[in-house]
């Protein structure tokens, strides 16, 4: 099994429609992180938490919010969708003074 | 702020040949330095960081990097490519362990 987990894979929906992309880890890490791959730009940081009670804005994250529900789990939100959001989504887990481990991505397409 | 450049958006490269991919980075101070891999339809892979110590750091794969303060560069090297060495490298630089730029990233093709 994977150790961070990311649902849906793949998501098609369309402009205004609330979005849940959900991310578990099975890694016992302390820190969460949701990224955008855009093709030519790399990723890009949108939210980050350290613990259940400490979320961060990344470099991107207007348009988006996140809810650490439990150590394990970390989902972004999308409220209104818009057709440049379709990006690739990835979770990624730490610990401190560690590197990141990444899931496998959702792709995102908004019509 | 940080930021990183990889000058390269896609190289290709015969089996068996060696492999560098070009990092630049912008940063004051010594920055956290990460490569990371990704092949289709999945996600990043680490190959190797670099935080502090020896500036000749060895990854998995058979891949090495080699920071160069001088330069402001963080290249990956590999002898010599195999087939599977086929995918999208990914340079990423931060003041710290959790805020990270990554470059646009670096498309390698092997040819037979």
């Known amino acids: 099994d994977a150790d961070v987990t990311q649902t849906p894979r793949n998501r098609i929906t369309k402009t205004g429609k609330r979005i849940m992309l959900e991310c578990s880890q099975t890694k016992g890490h302390d820190r969460m992180y949701w990224y955008r791959q855009d093709p030519g730009l790399g990723l890009r940081l949108i939210y980050y938490s350290f613990d259940v009670k400490d979320i961060n804005k990344g470099e991107i994250s207007d348009g988006y919010s996140v809810s650490r529900q439990a150590q394990a789990k970390f989902s972004l939100s999308l409220e209104s969708a818009i057709p440049n959001q379709t990006a690739l989504y990835f979770c990624?887990?730490?610990?401190?003074?560690?590197?990141?481990?990444f899931g496998d991505g959702t792709r995102l397409s908004i019509l | 702020a940080q930021s990183v450049t990889q000058p390269d958006i896609h190289i290709t490269v015969s089996e068996g040949a060696s492999l560098e991919l070009r990092c630049n980075y912008s940063y004051g101070a010594t920055p956290y330095l990460f490569w990371y891999v990704q092949s289709p339809g999945q996600g990043l892979q680490l190959l190797l960081k670099y935080f502090s110590g020896d500036t000749l750091v060895q990854g998995i794969k058979g891949f090495e990097a080699e920071f160069k303060r001088s330069q402001s560069s963080f290249n990956l090297r590999k002898p010599s490519v195999h087939w599977s060495d086929a995918a999208e490298y990914f340079c990423a630089v931060g003041a710290n362990d959790y805020k990270l730029s990554f470059g646009a990233g670096t498309t390698v093709t092997v040819r037979a």
């Open positions: 990624a887990t730490s610990e401190r003074n560690q590197p990141q481990h």
